[in-house]
C-alpha cells in the first residue's frame, strides 16, 4: 500500500496529466512571455502546492509562503525555466543543529516524469520539512541560497548541473548529485543535522572548485581520490566506488599531486592529515591487456578482469610508501609501492572522481 506521500504526488500526477493535455494555463503571462508567481495569484489557483504546469518562463513577483507540512511549488511539465527573481520560496520548518524537523514537504520538486530540462536560479528556498530543492533531469539550479531543510538541500538527477548555490543546516546531504551531474562554485555548511552521517556534498563531479565545511568536496578544480575503507577479493569486479567515481589506475595514482585525498570518504590513520593513508595496499587497475592466460596483473579469468579469487592468480595493488621506502629495490613506482596481491587476499582499492 503507497504512504500518504506517495498518494498525493500519485493524484498531482494524474491530474497534471490531464491539464498539460487540455492545455490549460494556471496564471496570465506577463508582457515578457514569462509568467508570473506570486502569493496573491498562488491563492487564488487554490494554494499550495501550487503546480506549474506548462513548458515556458516564469517569474517570482514576490515571496511565497508555504504552510506547515506542504509542498512549495510542483514542476509539472517540462522545460520550465523558474526565475526566482531574488524572492523566497519559504515553508514552516526549521532545520538547525540540534533541532531539525524532518518530514515529506518539498519547496520546488520536479513531479515524475515531469521536470525534464528544468532551470532554477537566483532566489531562496528554505524552511522545508523534505528536500528543499529536487530536479530531473538535464536540469539545472544556480544561485540559489538553500537553507532549513529536513532532508536534502539540492538534489540534481542525471546530466543536470549545480552552480554557484549556497546549502547550509540540512538534515541530509546538502548537494547531492546523480553520477553524470556537474557542479561548481557551491558552498555547502551544515549538513546532515538530522540523520548524522550524509556527506555535504555527494555523487557527479566537480567541473570547478566547491567548498563543504566537512571536507566531502575539494576547494580545488581538481578531482577526487580515496582509499576504500573496505576491503575485498580479487573477484571484486572494479565496483566498488561511491557513484562519481572509478576504481584508479596505476598510471593514475602517479599523478596523484594533481588530486585531492578525500579523507570523509576515504580510509584514514592517526597521521594522515589531508593526505593519502601510507602503507596501506589497493587494488588498482594495472593498465594491461590481461587474460586468463598471462597472470599477475588484473585477477582475470574468462570472464574479464576482476572477477576470480583464486590463490593461483595476482592482482595489481599498491600503497603509497614513506620516503624510507622509495629505493626498495624491485618494488619502486615512487612513491608507490607495487608488491601485487594474491586475488584470494582481501585488500581495499583506490578510487579516483570520474
Known sequence: MLALPQLLRLRWSIALSLLVGAGLPVQAASEGGRIEINQASVDAAGGFPHALVLSGSY??????????????????????ALDLNGFRVRGASSCTPGACATGF???????????????????????????????????????????????????????????????????AGGIVLAPSALAAHNVVAGAALADGVSPAFAGGAATAGNYCDDGSCSRLQSRRYYLTP????????????????????????????????????????????????????????SGGAG??????????????????????????????????SWSAAGTRISPLLAPGRACNQPARAWCVEN
Open 105 to 171: 514537504a518539498n519547496g520546488i520538486s520536479a513531479l515524475a516524469p515531469f521536470g525534464v530540462g528544468a532551470s532554477l536560479r537566483d532566489g531562496t528556498v528554505s524552511g522545508f520539512s523534505g528536500d528543499c530543492v529536487s530536479v530531473g533531469t538535464n536540469a539545472s539550479v544556480a544561485n540559489l541560497l538553500v537553507s532549513e531543510c529536513g532532508g536534502r538541500g539540492i538534489r540534481v538527477d542525471e546530466r543536470g548541473m549545480a552552480t554557484s548555490n549556497r546549502v547550509q543546516n540540512t538534515g
Open 59 to 80: 517569474v517570482l513577483t514576490g515571496d511565497l509562503v508555504v504552510p506547515g507540512d506542504t509542498d512549495g511549488l510542483l514542476l509539472g511539465a517540462d522545460g520550465i
Open 230 to 285: 573496505q576491503t575485498f577479493a580479487g573477484n571484486h569486479g572494479a565496483n566498488v566506488c561511491t557513484p562519481g567515481f572509478h576504481m584508479a589506475s596505476i598510471t593514475e595514482l602517479t599523478g596523484a599531486s594533481a588530486l585531492v585525498y578525500d579523507p570523509q570518504l576515504g580510509f584514514t590513520q592517526g597521521d594522515s592529515g589531508a593526505g593519502a593513508p601510507t602503507n596501506e595496499v589497493g587494488w588498482v587497475r
Open 291 to 324: 587474460s586468463s592466460l598471462t597472470s599477475g596483473e588484473n585477477c582475470w579469468n574468462p570472464q574479464g578482469p576482476w572477477t576470480t579469487n583464486s590463490f593461483l592468480e595476482t592482482g595489481s595493488a599498491v600503497s603509497f610508501a614513506p620516503p624510507a
